[in-house]
């Protein structure tokens, strides 16, 4: 179990850290010492050049923890790693480590489930249990590296969870993984994904972070988007696509729209036309429209579609910009939610 009366040492900044170092007596400079050694997943005696009494220290005061591999699944054709992660309280989370041409990316959770409720999304089915912290978001990152030993470059947030519904641990987390001192892993590598939040969309716009944006958008008209993601009665598409301009002109980042082609929802070829007429009529900039191939759930009883190419060609005809993610992992499920949900079945 989380221990309370220690403070939770990876979810401080390198600032905050110096000021606990010298208020514990010690000598600031071994703030950075500790700070890079955390980032590498050390701790205790892996700590080579902090001094075994500074360790003692530590270990009284501090907790260090990190995310435990409970399952780990290796795609056989492209080498994707699908890790199930055991956090200090016995909840799981998911990460999907994939390599590309332009480095490796790990996409990371960050809450224990979800209450959003999309209808096609596994991990909302057992609903939200509790936020991750900064430090359970970066832990992810570095356990995955541990693992692999590789450097992970990229981070998506597309994992379990909205990120905009844990705001102010998702923003102290941007701030961590971005720190010049720990991973430095710039934040134009970083992409945020949501639902649809629109008071989080306009916090954030406000932040000073040049992560990407990645809207869950998923329909081309309010009634077909409310009845797969319940958020849009409460932020219906014009309303999202209103803060998205707002996101664009207060950072200059281009908008990445996600659209799960469901069969017989949201796929046919005039969807597309709609679709295209509505992202022209209400975005200020150029957009990109990411289209995915449903990753089928039991559950949900729905199915991926069998029209995506057209659906593509029509909106490429139409000006958008349009392109088919690439799956990977295939092999191994590796869309976020369905270990979790299998680890919770299997403890029952």
Known sequence: MINEAKIDILSLSLQELEKAIVDMGEAKFRAKQIYQWLTKGAWGAEMKNVPAHLQKKLDDVFEFRLPLVKKRLVSKIDGTIKYLFELIDGECIESVFMKYEHGNTLCISSQVGCRMGCKFCASTLLGRVRDLTPSEMLGQIISAQKDTGERISNVVMMGI???????????????????????????????????????????????????????????????????????????????????????????????????????????????????????????????????????????????????????????????????????LGSDINASCGQLRRQAKEENK
């Open 161 to 327: 969870g909205e990120p905009l519904d844990n705001y102010d641990n998702t923003i102290k987390f941007l701030h961590l993984v971005s720190s010049p001192d720990g991973l430095n892993i710039g934040l134009r590598h970083i992409s945020l994904s949501t639902c649809g939040l629109v008071s989080g969309i306009e916090k954030l716009s406000n932040e000073g972070l040049p992560v990407t944006l990645s809207v869950s958008l998923h329909a081309y008209a309010n009634d077909v988007r409310s009845e797969i993601m319940p958020i849009n009665n409460k932020y219906p598409i014009e309303m999202l696509l209103d803060a998205c301009n707002k996101y664009f002109e207060k950072t200059g980042r281009r908008i990445s729209f996600e659209y799960t082609l469901i069969n017989g929802k949201n796929d046919d070829t005039q969807g597309a036309v709609s679709l295209a007429k509505i992202l022209k009529k209400h975005l200020h900039s150029t957009c990109h429209v990411n289209l995915i191939p449903l990753n089928e759930v039991k559950e949900t009883r729905l199915e991926t579609s069998k029209n995506i190419n057209n659906f593509k060609n029509k909106l490429l005809s139409l000006g958008i910009n349009a392109t088919v993610r690439r799956r």
